[in-house]
């Protein structure tokens, strides 16, 4: 049995950079089309430049039988002034700006604490329909982690949302039934789902043995969540898409005594989610999800070719190399029940 859809695109990605871009780059490229790439480097990506300099990174690493086209994205700061958002709209490849709560998660140490200083600059975002994309956690210390993303909602995205209505937002990596509500409850939003949130819940990371490559941010939850997930990616509904968050750490730097946050899957994604979709009886609804309704919503066209499926037993590989080491790839020397063409 195969399956054949208009290729993909990946509404959220970590591609690093330097050394790690010759893995990355073509393990993406590999199934989809377009990404959206993630501005968390050290330092930050903060300006139209530095954004427009590491896609010309991205791109040279490239294999030249291969085609991808980078969507970048800025990192919101206080430096990010409402100058630099009208130039980043003017600039075809720059397609959001990145919300990090401070501390919440990888490289998010120069993240925003508040948004009380950055009224101005999200109201011209909203101005020029550049969309926000969001880590919906508050990082406040006496929170729960696993609570982090419900308050979130609460506390920050619900009181921006009404204050600047116009605003366009993803709220990204969703893990919550508090966040599919949330967004259906905001027609106007989207979100982006993982392949790690549709295929885990906590117990997979926590019991019986600690699974260090099963831990991300924001981290799984409890089954109820991961259901509400499933229904709202399998729904049909375009305001849940495709979106990674393959970010790959350095084998070492996950098993660790204090372990980076973060799942590989750019290389096998497409099987994974496959493998959701059949799982709940709605493969055929797994086209709009991958491949229609991020285009939608980013106001961009779909994809003119496409990429086949097969369904057959196969053993997704252990790792990657990464630079000077390697990265374990989600399900590493487990087998999944569909794999590329
Ligand atoms: C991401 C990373 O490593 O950059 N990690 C993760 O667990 N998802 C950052 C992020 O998207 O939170
Ligand atoms: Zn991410």
Known sequence: MQLTITRPDDWHLHL??????????????????????????KPPVQTVDAAIAYRSRILAALPETMTFDPLMTLYLTSDVTPEIIREAADTP?????????????????????????MMETL?????????????GEVTDRDIDIFDREAIFLERTLGPLMQNIPALRVVLEHITTKDSVEFVKAHPEMAATITAHHLLYERN?????????????????????????????ATSGSPQFFLGTDSAPHAVGDKESDCGCAGCYTAPHALALYAEVFEQA???????????????????LPVNTTEVTLIREPTEVPMARPFGETEVRLLKGGEIVNWRLA
Do not use: W
């Open 16 to 41: 690093r950079d330097d050394a790690a871009l010759s893995t990355t780059v073509p393990d993406t490229a590999r199934t989809f089309y377009r990404a959206i790439v993630m501005p968390n480097l």
């Open 93 to 117: 490849c720059i397609h959001g700006v990145k919300l990090y709560p401070q501390g919440a998660t990888t490289n998010s140490e120069a993240g925003v604490a508040s948004l009380d200083g």
């Open 123 to 135: 109201e011209t975002m909203a101005e020029v329909g550049l969309p926000l994309l969001v880590h």
């Open 204 to 232: 997979d990371m926590l019991a019986g043995g600690i699974r260090p490559h099963l831990y991300c941010l924001p981290i799984l939850k409890r089954s109820l969540h991961r259901d509400a997930l499933i229904a709202a």
């Open 281 to 299: 009886g709605h493969l055929d609804r797994l086209e709009g999800f991958a491949s229609h309704f991020g285009p939608a919503f980013y106001r």
